[in-house]
């Protein structure tokens, strides 16, 4: 009995809060290397996967020149299946610059609370991510906090911390 290959999942990584860390000495968070390699890892993640590290920035600090990079980079890439790291303040934003893409399923994934931290949301919500793009049809997504949105009918709420549908 032969298993079929599974196809590989392209995870591109921009920054935001899940690649945050604290630096003591200026009282600040910047972001720093990305933790999701070490995430994949210790979740012992079979599944074919190739990363790339395309910028280190906050969402807010985005342009769309970078918008366009990452829907470049997305669109040009051999894998259909693309989880995409970044910052929540303006996940929405990317995810409309996303939405002609065709063909392919993009699932973007942040976090409300570094990687680094011990208590925080960022494993589950890549494992969300990593779940949906191998299941949803194409399009682009949004994981967070447990849920799976249609990433042109989403709005973050920042006051209660949660995104919520349109």
């Not at 079929?4 to 968070?29: C, R, W």
């Not at 990363?51 to 894998?79: C, F, G, H, W, Y």
Request: glycine share 6%; proline share 4%.
């Amino acid at each position: 009995m032969t298993t079929a290959k599974l196809p590989p999942i392209l995870v591109v990584t921009t920054g935001g809060t899940i690649d945050k860390q604290y630096f003591d000495a200026l009282s600040e968070y910047q972001i720093a290397e990305s933790m999701i390699e070490k995430l994949l890892e210790t979740a012992r993640v079979a599944h074919p996967f190739r990363i790339v590290e395309l910028m280190r920035k906050d969402s807010l600090e985005l342009t769309d020149e970078d918008r366009t990079l990452i829907a470049a980079t997305i669109a040009n890439a051999p894998e259909r299946h693309v989880v995409l790291t970044h910052g929540t303040d303006t996940m929405t934003e990317t995810a409309r610059a996303l939405a002609d893409i065709e063909g392919k399923t993009v699932v973007l994934c942040g976090a409300l609370a570094p990687a680094r931290f011990a208590e925080s949301d960022a494993a589950f919500n890549l494992g969300m991510a990593f779940a949906t793009c191998q299941s949803a049809g194409p399009g682009v997504w949004i994981t967070m906090s447990g849920s799976v949105f249609d990433g042109l009918k989403v709005r973050k709420d920042r006051a209660a911390g949660k995104f919520l549908p349109l």
